[in-house]
């Protein structure tokens, strides 16, 4: 009795000693909020690569900031920012006043990243987005770069380079359909009814002819739609043998589903970030196979060194492949933190001053900020060889492998030798049903 | 061609989930705004049943509608039944339900999106226009249904008194028929309708936890324009509905997103103009 007397007392000093320090304890920390769709995948993967990002720079010890080490500590912010834009402001001003973050990383939704950027800005706090492609995120701090400076491009690239990658993939495709079928090309253009589609369909639009091919048409279902046999009864009828395809939200399995149950014999090359993901082959039911989709990571293919213990060590602890929302990990660990080192000093005036003209290796590629044509930084990320460009890849019998870049020409007028291929590349296949039309 | 067999198809998808609705509002004056929840429930149902338990599909479909059904049932007992005679307090409170159960998927299944195998797989074509079996068999399950209920209705004593509580609550109270018993057995009818509808449509869908918000928006277009609580008008305003999405489709492919909006256009156009849609009758506030 006597015992357990004295270890009560002994708890309750603790508790007490435990408080008191807490403010002191609480100082030595950097508070970064992470935002997403936290019951969705994207937002998942927002947490799943910072919270990989701060245990491995807590278990070495930390971030030394001047002459103290401090550990990093994560809040998790649930946007809901794929059903309702407003509750992603409001998680947003939630990080701003009652968590009191540091830094912000995440977002996902092109309409709620822009209300986010508003809100950060006006906290003057460093916002990295993981997942919004607009250009006009950017755009904006080339503009009036005293407010927006705080604003980075994490992931991925803005979506005029994606609609050029695309493009690239298209080319890619359309010369295998030459080759083993044939037959003048032609695409039909699909793209949701979203903000980030908008500046990639006009371009497409504009392009596909300049290239030699037909462009058919061009559908826009809705992000969620949940049947398009309509439209697909009638790009089957248009005679296309390549289908374009824009999509981030459901529809990118209703159509891959139902365009492989329908066996249109079409080529999907394009945007699918829901074939991105592992769960693309169970959810479509195995309709999916030969599904072509930009992507940042794919397991087996090595953009450069860091890309493999990346990924490795993300299969490890979450069963699976990141998604480009996972790109928190590189924001915090290879942006945020030498920065917050080399600067020694939490202020995100001299912390901007310092990331925006940095160069430095991601598992992704390697990151460069670009600068408008008035010279003002964007804080947009640089594409192309050497920097970031992105993978091709196809679904191929229930796997994801990745197809480009393999021999890719990116300059071939100036630079006929510059090839680039990515280690553990294969060749693209068509779907059989193609070749027996 | 097209357009012809896409708004059939369309239109029994719509039929089918419009006719449990008006059912339970014509006979017990209920608005279910969970109508369409208890639907994505018997679709989650058959998921779990059929891929994550590995149970016969058939089966599966039957355990859901069961499962739904119960859950109307209580549903019916315990929130419903006491607040009957305020409707803005049904309808908040069946909100707040559909809320809840939306909830409830969130957790136990996450926000990932999910698929049910075909009951029947393959398709077969018209005019060169291609059809899923699935599709096919949702249009037969319609019919068979309509057939059903119709029987229910006009053959049995249900039917009978489900119709005269239809007519006239109160003098169907004064001739001896237990009103909150029937209203608690059509709701369970209405809720059956639904759990067939997500057993039937939910191999064409891609399950996720906000899937019943876009088919309870256009639900009630279907059910407004046929007029509140009318099953032929319902039956009918469907197909007029699905017709429609169909022609937006392929006559305005750029704007395929806007099949949605075309029917709340159709819907608030049919409120200013026809306050009791094709088929209803308006009613009086007392009898």
């Not at chain 1, 794929?82 to 912000?104: C, G, H, P, W």
């Not at chain 1, 639009?205 to 809705?222: A, N």
């Not at chain 1, 299969?315 to 996972?326: I, M």
Request: with cysteine.
């Amino acid at each position: 009795m006597k015992k357990c007397t004295l270890g009560w007392r002994m708890l309750l000093v603790a508790c007490i000693v435990m408080a008191f320090s807490l403010p002191a304890w609480a100082a030595k920390t950097i508070k970064i909020g992470v935002i997403g769709p936290m019951q969705s995948l994207e937002g998942r993967d927002h947490w799943a690569g910072a919270t990989m990002a701060a245990d491995e720079i807590n278990a070495a010890g930390g971030v030394k900031v001047g002459n103290e080490k401090m550990q990093i500590v994560l809040i998790k912010a649930d946007s809901n920012e794929d059903k309702n834009i407003t509750d992603a402001s409001n998680a947003m001003e939630r990080l701003m006043t009652k968590d009191k973050v540091d830094f912000v990383v995440g977002g996902f939704r092109t309409e709620a990243v822009f209300p986010m950027q508003d809100i950060a800005m006006d906290y003057k706090k460093i916002f990295i987005g993981c997942g919004a492609a607009t250009d006009a995120l950017c755009d904006r701090v080339g503009t009036d770069y005293k407010r927006y400076k705080y604003y980075f491009r994490g992931t991925p690239f803005k979506s005029s380079y994606l609609a050029k990658t695309s493009i690239m993939h298209l080319l890619a495709c359309a010369a295998v359909i030459k080759k083993e079928l044939n037959a003048p090309i032609k695409v039909a253009l699909v793209a949701e009814k979203l903000a980030w589609t908008e500046g990639m369909v006009k371009l497409i639009q504009g392009y596909v002819p300049k290239l030699g091919m037909e462009l058919v048409g061009t559908w826009q279902p809705s992000a969620n739609a949940t049947d398009v046999t309509a439209e697909l009864s009638a790009i089957q009828k248009s005679g296309a043998n390549i289908i374009f395809t824009v999509f981030s939200g459901m529809v990118g399995i209703t159509f891959a589903r139902q365009a492989g149950e329908f066996k249109i014999p079409a080529l999907q090359v394009g945007i699918n970030v829901e074939s991105q993901k592992d769960g693309f082959w169970e959810a479509t039911k195995g309709m999916g196979n030969y599904v072509f989709t930009m992507n940042t990571y794919v397991q087996g293919v090595e953009q450069n060194e860091l890309t493999k213990p990346f990924m490795d060590g993300y299969k490890k602890r979450f069963k699976g492949t990141p998604t480009y929302t996972a790109d928190t990990y590189a924001s915090i660990k290879y942006n945020l933190v030498p920065a917050i080192e080399a600067v020694g000093s939490l202020d995100s005036d001299k912390l901007v001053a310092f990331m925006e003209a940095r160069e430095y290796l991601v598992p992704s590629g390697k990151v460069k900020y670009e600068k408008n044509k008035d010279g003002v930084y964007t804080h947009d990320l640089t594409w192309g060889p050497g920097y970031l460009t992105s993978v091709g890849c196809q679904w191929q019998d229930g796997k994801l492998v990745g197809v480009w870049p393999n021999n890719w020409m990116p300059d071939p007028k100036n630079y006929p030798n510059l090839k680039i291929t990515y280690k553990g590349m294969v060749p693209i296949k068509l779907p059989p049903w193609m070749k027996k039309q | 061609m097209d357009i012809l067999i896409t708004g059939l198809i369309t239109g029994s998808m719509l039929a089918l989930l419009a006719i449990g609705f008006s059912l339970i509002f014509g006979v017990a004056r209920i608005i279910n705004i969970a109508h369409t929840a208890f639907y994505m429930v018997a679709a989650y149902g058959i998921f779990y049943f059929s891929i994550r338990l590995g149970l016969n599909p058939i089966l599966s479909m039957l355990i859901s509608v069961a499962f739904v059904t119960l859950i109307g049932v209580l549903v019916y007992k315990f929130i419903i039944d006491p607040i009957r005679e305020h409707e803005g307090a049904v309808l908040i409170a069946t909100m707040t339900l559909a809320m809840f159960l939306q909830e409830v998927i969130l957790q136990l299944f996450t926000g990932d999106f999910r698929s049910i195998d075909f009951m029947i797989g393959g398709y077969f074509t018209v005019a060169g226009y291609k059809i899923f079996y699935q599709q096919l068999l949702t249009f037969g399950v319609v019919l068979i249904m309509l057939l059903a209920i119709w029987f229910l209705l006009m053959k049995t004593r249900l039917g009978l008194a489900i119709r005269s509580m239809a007519e006239d609550r109160e003098v169907a109270n004064l001739m001896g028929m237990n009103e909150s018993r029937l209203a608690m057995i059509t709701l369970a009818i209405s809720v059956a309708l639904a759990g067939f509808t997500g057993a039937v449509i939910g191999p064409l869908m891609v399950l996720n936890p906000h899937m019943w918000m876009e088919p309870l928006i256009i639900m009630m277009a279907v059910v407004v324009l046929g007029g509140l609580g009318s099953i032929k008008g319902s039956f009918i305003a469907a197909f007029i509905l699905g017709f429609t999405e169909a022609l937006v489709v392929f006559l305005v492919p750029t704007g395929a997103f806007l099949k949605g909006p075309v029917a709340l256009i159709i819907m608030i156009l049919v409120l200013l103009m026809r306050p009791e849609g094709l088929f209803g009758v308006a009613f009086e506030e007392e009898r």
